[in-house]
Structures are given as C-alpha cells and as structure tokens.
C-alpha cells in the first residue's frame, strides 16, 4: 500500500513522532477512489483497536453492524466535519473496509491519508500529500482537486491538544547516572564484548542481571552504548510465534541456514535480515498487511517461509519494553585485556510511537539479527532475535527526548 504513495512516508511519520503522535496511514487506490472503498489494512486494524474506536474481530459482518466515526479532514484548504465508516460487507469473507464520507472532496489517488484520534474517540484525517501542510514533507502536489481561497492551516495548531504531556521525570536515576558520570570504570578483564558497556553500568546502578522483559530501573529502560556513528539501537528480543511459523525453533533455523567459521561452534548463525533484500544467507523480511504478520522468508524454493511474527505481539513487546527509556552513550579505552567506559550522557525518551513499527518493518528502517549458536555439547542458544534500529532512523520511532550530560 505505501509503496503507491505520491510524497515519502517515513518523512510524513517523522513529523507525528517528534510530536509524540500515534499515526497510522491510508493510500487510497483509483479503483477504490471511484468504488467509495478502501480495505481497513492491518496497521490501521490495530490502530483503531489500541484507540478504543473499533474492533473488526468482533464486529459482525453486514451493514447492520457499521460503525460511524466522527471525523474531522484536515486539507491545505481549512478543517471539513464528516463521518468514517468502518464496516465488514456480507458479501464474501467480509474483509474490514473504511471510507471517509466525501473523500473525494478532499484526496486523490495516491495522497498520504495519516490517521489520528482524538481524546473524545473522534478521527482525524490529514492529506500529508497537499503542498504545505505537513511541515517537512516535500511535495509538488497542490493538492486534491482544485482548492478555491485556500488558507495557510498551522498544522501543529490543530493538533495541539493532542501532544504528550510531560510524564514524571526520572530524577533519581539521573541523580544516580550523574554519580557515575565523568571519571572511567574498569570493565571485566577479557570481556571486550558488546553487551559489557551496559553490564557494567547495570552493576554499578546495583541491576541484577536477568532475563527479564521488563524495563531495568522501575519502569525504565536501560540502553548502553559505546556512542558509535552509524551504530544501530537495540529496541527489544522476540522469538517467532512458532504455532504459525514453518520452521518451529531457533535450532531447525540454525540448521537450514547456519554455517560454520568458528571451532568454539558445531554451527552458527549471525546475521541482519531486513525488508530491503535479503542477505547472504538468503534471509528477508515480509510485511503481510492483511494478516497482520511480518514474516522472515527465504530465497531457497525449499524453505521460502521461515517464521512469523504477528505485528500486534511486536508493538507489544516494544511498548512494554520501552514506556520511557535512558539511552546512555560512554567513551571508552582500552587497558590491557580489560576496557574501561566512561558514561558521558544520557538521552531520556518516552513512549514510543508504536503506530510506527509496521512502516519501519516494511521500509527496512528496523531490522532483525539473528544470533544463534550451537556449542560443542550440542546446546543451542539463541541470544534473540533482536528487534533494531539505525541510529539516524531513531526520531522516525522516538518522540524528541531530553539529552543530560553526566
């Protein structure tokens, strides 16, 4: 679907998510544009069911059973009251449609719809794609039809009362941080791993270690890093659901696409799959809108689908991961066959837009790594798969946070 769009949607995104708004995005088609009907797709499924609005899995098919939303469209030419429908037709298998009353008024084919609601259970439709209105987004459209004594419409104006408001502050962990900040901490002799800078900060705060998925610190997340350029941010670990997945376990994953490099193994499997194309191992990345799936898949024609994930157990995962996090860069040095970290800032965030996830999944702005390994005793151990994120695409999920130096 996003792929017909007519202005660049992560630039469209990026505009909510720096102001802490949950979106989700509907590219009307010609056909559906001239039949008054577009398909509900899965993200927008999901959206309208975390808002409260409506649930097509327990909406009965038929007309009967249409909900009516009220709905403000928001165009270059000012702000139009209507009605949404969103409804299950009898016919066939009654996949979950929507149609904004009047839509032709205010879009055309191919213009960026982003959805938004509101605190009484109304929509809010902006066309991203009329020439102006959303601050950022690039367009050479001037928008639907022809739009008669247009006004300039301050975007961040209508939305005002949809902005975040600041949650409570974590001042004792700063406090904490800032005890820590400005002078070098050893780190374990001959432990150069990756993970050891959040270890040893975890240590020093007085974390146990565990396995757990919940956020470190009373409700916040801990993130470490040695504050690399180009590195990439870990968000959350989450196994396939294996009931709906070909491959049933980390380990027949290891042996369809492992290999072996190092004599500490029987066989390993370490790698990035993406949307974008897939790897050496011939690993990629589905989205299945209309199953509300991300599947990994393969290029082998005897294993073209690997394991599924279901999108809402995703957006779960990072949202119970991550209601307010601290993103703590370090500096660090080497001493011998140690490495010592010192903790210059943190970057404190808030809830992520979770909304977001399905179009970063599908335009390959977050990845999964796979970190899979068989010991010579024949134990596999599987590390993730980890959910990441590059660090230039990281305002395309975070809301603005506040950097403190430490």
Aim: proline share 7%.
């Amino acid at each position: 679907m996003l792929a017909a769009a007519d202005v660049h949607v992560p630039d469209v995104l990026r505009y909510f998510t720096r102001r802490g708004i949950e979106v989700a995005f509907l590219v009307p088609t010609e056909t559906g544009m001239q039949k008054s009907i577009m398909d509900a797709t899965a993200p927008v499924r999901d959206f309208l069911k975390r808002a409260g609005i409506h649930d097509f899995d327990t909406r009965p098919q038929g007309q009967d059973h249409k909900k009516q939303v009220r709905t403000t469209v928001v165009t270059r030419a000012g702000l139009f009251q209507t009605e949404t429908s969103l409804y299950r037709p009898a016919t066939k298998q009654g996949d979950p449609r929507i149609w904004i009353r009047g839509l032709k008024s205010y879009a055309n084919a191919g213009n960026v719809l982003a959805l938004v609601t509101t605190s009484d259970g109304e929509l809010m439709v902006i066309n991203a794609s009329n020439a102006g209105l959303v601050p950022g987004v690039s367009t050479s459209l001037d928008g639907p039809l022809q739009i008669r004594d247009a006004r300039d419409i301050n975007l961040d104006v209508v939305l005002a009362s949809l902005f975040p408001r600041t949650s409570t502050a974590a001042e004792e962990l700063l406090l904490l941080l800032k005890q820590l900040g400005g002078r070098w901490h050893p780190g374990q002799a001959g432990k150069k791993r990756d993970f050891e800078v959040g270890r040893l900060l975890e240590e020093l705060l007085g974390i146990k270690a565990n396995s757990s998925k919940a956020p470190d610190f009373k409700g916040i997340e801990i993130k470490a890093s040695r504050g690399k350029p180009g590195s990439r941010h870990n968000l959350f670990a989450r196994v396939p659901d294996w009931s709906i997945s070909p491959l049933k376990s980390s380990a027949e994953i290891l042996d369809a696409f492992g290999y072996v490099r190092d004599p500490r193994y029987k066989r390993q499997l370490r790698c990035t799959v993406t949307a974008k194309k897939p790897n050496s191992q011939g690993l990629y990345l589905h989205l299945v809108a209309s199953d509300s799936q991300l599947v990994e898949a393969s290029n082998r024609p005897d294993i073209p689908k690997v394991a599924v994930w279901t999108l809402p157990s995703l957006q779960e995962a990072l949202l119970a991961k991550h209601p307010e996090t601290f993103w703590v860069s370090a500096a660090t040095r080497p001493d011998g066959d140690r490495e010592h970290f010192k903790y210059e800032h943190v970057l404190h965030t808030k809830r992520p837009i979770v909304s977001a996830l399905p179009t970063l999944l599908e335009v390959g702005s977050v990845t999964v790594d796979h970190l899979i390994t068989r010991d010579l005793r024949d134990r596999v151990v599987e590390q993730g798969p980890l959910f990441k994120i590059q660090r230039k695409d990281f305002e395309l999920l975070f809301p603005p946070g506040t950097l403190h130096p430490l």
